[in-house]
């Protein structure tokens, strides 16, 4: 059981290393530099995944991750009634900002 949960810890870990500087470099790059060099439409649309994802990782991995680490839940009831309404939203929005982004390149 041990070795499961430092799994699902470390991958946590990973997630969280990637997403969150991953989405605020694209962030950065679309808003402050205009580096993404496509129509504004597309822009918007990877923009909303990036804040969707920076949600999903902040609301969701985040709590979950120390929780495993911890072993039980240590951020008390008000976050966790906050984190079981939100997280729901936010992984809905990704699933169609996807939709929509594959919609858009076909």
């Not at 990973?14 to 694209?26: C, D, K, R, S």
């Not at 962030?27 to 597309?42: E, G, N, P, Q, W």
Request: contains cysteine; aromatic residues 10%.
């Amino acid at each position: 059981a041990d070795a499961q949960r430092y799994l699902h810890a470390a991958w946590s870990a990973l997630v969280l290393a990637i997403a969150i500087p991953g989405n605020v470099v694209v962030l950065l790059c679309s808003f402050k530099y205009r580096a993404i060099k496509v129509d504004k439409i597309t822009v918007v649309l990877i923009q909303s995944i990036a804040v969707t994802d920076l949600g999903v990782a902040c609301n969701w991995v985040v709590p979950r991750m120390s929780s495993i680490i911890a072993e039980e839940w240590i951020y008390g009831d008000g976050l966790c009634d906050i984190t079981s309404i939100t997280s729901n939203p936010f992984i809905k929005s990704v699933f169609c900002n996807i939709c929509s982004f594959a919609k858009l390149l076909s």
